[in-house]
C-alpha cells in the first residue's frame, strides 16, 4: 500500500489547554464556509428555474454521469435486483426483519382522555403522505441506508416513498440497492446526489415530486442543503443533522486494542471528513490501539480515505474513566462505544449520543446494518438536543379536542379570567357569547339566572 500512514499521537488530557481541547473535539467540517452556503444556495436556485435540466446538468458535472432523464422506472429496479447475489440477499433480508421488528414496536398509540367531566382531548398521529429518501452514494453503495430511511416509512405508510441516489457509472443503481427498495415498498425511484438531489425533493421538477419531508445523511453540500430548503417558505421539513460519520470509544485495560481499532477504522472509512476518538485512562492501551490501526490500515482496500479521516481524530489519555464520559457528554457523538467489562454504571450517566454500543462484543458496524436499530444519526454534536432517527418521525402529530354543553358551563369561567388577564378580548367573547346564548341555555337546560 502506497499510502503514508500518519495516526494521531496520544494526547494527556492533563496537559492539554483548555483552547487546545476545543480545538481536539472540534469537527472537521462544523464550521460551514460562506463558500459552500453560497455554492449550496445557487445549486437550490438553479434546479428550481430548470427543474430536471439543472438535475441532470448538475449529475454530469459532479457524478460524471450523462443522462436523458432522473426517472429510474420501476421496472427497471425489479430487473436490477434480481441481479443481486443471494448472499446479498439473504443478508438484506436478515438486516429487513430485524429492523422492521424494533421499528414495529416503536408504532404511536393514539391518546383519549376526559381532562375534566365533558372535556374530551385526543391526540393522533397521521403517516406523512409523501417522503423523500436520499441515499448518499459516491464512494461506496449503501443498501442499508435504503432499509434505515424505507423500513419506518413502508410501517407508517407513508403513500408515496421517493428515493433518490447518485447513479453508478452505468447510469444506474447498484442490484443491492434496488432490492432494498424493491423489499421496502419504495414508490418511486431517481437518480441524483448532492445538494442538487435535496433541492429537487423540496421543489420538485417536471420528473419528481416534491415531498413532505426529507430523509437521510450525507456530506456537508447535503446537510447544508437540507437546512436551507427546510427554511423556505412551505419548505419540506427534514429530519435531522446527519452530516459526516462520528464514532467516540470509551475503554479500559479490559478492551481488545483490536476490536476497538476495528470499530475506530470502520467509521474512519466512511470519508475523509468523518471522525473517530478513542477515550482511555490507560495509556497501555492507546499504545496497543494505535499499533493495531496501523496494522488494519495497512489492508483496507479504503485506506487512503480513512487515514484522511484520522488526520482529525484523536487518541486521548484521561485521568480516569469518569473524566472520559464527561468529555463524551461534552463532545455528544454520533456513535458512541463502551468497550469495558462493567458498562452499567457509566451508561446510566451517557445520554448524549446518537446511538450506544455496549460490551466488547457489540461492533458499531452491527447498528449500521443489522441490529434493528437506525443507523441516520444526529452529527456535528446535535446528540445534545436531537435524537435519532425512529418511527415516529414519519408521522404528524396532531390533537382534537371536544368539549360538551356541560363541559364549557364547567370550564369557562376558567378561559375567560386567563383571557382576561392576556387582555385578549376576542378570545374571551368566543366563550362569554355561547355561555349567553339561548342555544346554550336550552342545551344545557338552564337559563341566566341559573
Not at 407513508?158 to 427498495?181: D, F, K, W
Request: glycine share 6%; proline share 6%.
Amino acid at each position: 500500500m502506497s499510502t503514508n500512514i500518519q495516526l494521531p499521537a496520544p494526547i494527556n488530557w492533563q496537559e492539554t489547554s483548555a483552547e487546545a481541547r476545543e480545538q481536539i473535539l472540534s469537527r472537521p467540517v462544523q464550521a460551514v464556509s460562506a463558500s459552500l452556503r453560497e455554492q449550496v444556495a445557487t445549486i437550490i436556485s438553479n434546479v428550481a428555474e430548470q427543474g430536471d435540466a439543472a438535475l441532470l446538468a448538475l449529475t454530469e458535472r459532479f457524478d460524471g454521469v450523462s443522462l436523458p432523464s432522473p426517472e429510474l422506472s420501476m421496472d427497471k429496479v425489479a430487473k436490477i435486483a434480481e441481479q443481486a447475489p443471494a448472499k446479498v440477499k439473504a443478508a438484506i433480508d436478515q438486516a429487513y426483519t430485524n429492523i422492521r421488528a424494533f421499528h414495529l414496536a416503536q408504532k404511536p398509540n393514539d391518546v383519549a382522555l376526559e381532562t375534566m367531566p365533558g372535556v374530551y382531548c385526543e391526540q393522533k398521529f397521521a403517516a406523512l403522505a409523501r417522503v423523500g429518501l436520499y441515499i448518499p452514494g459516491g464512494s461506496a453503495s449503501l443498501p442499508s441506508t435504503v432499509l434505515m430511511l424505507g423500513v419506518p416509512a413502508q410501517i407508517a405508510n407513508c403513500s408515496e416513498r421517493v428515493l433518490i441516489s447518485p447513479p453508478n457509472a452505468q447510469g444506474e443503481l447498484t442490484p443491492a440497492i434496488c432490492y432494498a427498495a424493491m423489499k421496502c415498498g419504495v414508490t418511486g425511484v431517481y437518480l441524483g446526489g448532492g445538494a442538487q438531489a435535496i433541492a429537487a425533493l423540496a421543489l420538485g421538477t417536471e420528473s419528481i415530486p416534491s415531498v413532505d419531508k426529507i430523509f437521510g445523511p450525507g456530506n456537508s453540500y447535503v446537510t447544508e442543503a437540507k437546512q436551507q430548503v427546510s427554511q423556505r417558505a412551505g419548505g419540506p421539513a427534514i429530519d435531522l443533522p446527519a452530516g459526516p460519520s462520528e464514532l467516540l470509544v470509551i475503554a479500559d485495560d479490559s478492551a481488545e486494542p483490536a476490536f476497538v481499532a476495528a470499530d475506530l477504522l470502520s467509521q474512519a472509512e466512511h470519508g475523509p471528513d468523518s471522525q473517530v476518538l478513542l477515550l482511555s485512562p490507560s495509556s497501555a492501551l492507546i499504545a496497543a490501539v494505535r499499533e493495531a490501526l496501523a496494522e488494519q490500515l495497512a489492508t483496507l482496500p479504503r485506506a487512503e480515505i480513512t487515514n484522511q479521516a484520522l488526520a482529525s481524530s484523536a487518541l486521548i489519555l484521561t485521568r480516569d474513566l469518569a473524566e472520559a464520559v464527561a468529555i463524551s457528554e461534552t463532545y455528544a457523538p454520533e456513535h458512541l462505544s463502551l468497550q469495558l467489562d462493567d458498562c452499567a454504571p457509566w451508561l446510566a450517566k451517557l445520554t448524549r449520543a446518537g446511538s450506544i454500543f455496549v460490551g466488547h462484543y457489540t461492533p458499531e458496524s452491527g447498528g449500521d446494518y443489522a441490529t434493528g436499530t437506525n443507523h441516520v444519526l444526529p452529527t456535528y454534536g446535535f446528540a445534545r438536543n436531537y435524537s435519532s432517527l425512529g418511527l415516529l418521525d414519519f408521522y404528524r402529530r396532531y390533537t382534537v379536542q371536544t368539549v360538551s354543553p356541560q363541559g364549557l358551563a364547567d370550564l369557562g369561567n376558567t378561559i375567560i379570567d386567563l383571557a382576561e388577564e392576556e387582555a385578549l378580548d376576542a378570545h374571551l367573547r368566543a366563550v362569554s357569547l355561547r355561555l349567553e346564548s339561548s342555544r346554550f341555555q336550552r342545551d344545557t337546560g338552564k337559563t341566566n339566572n341559573e
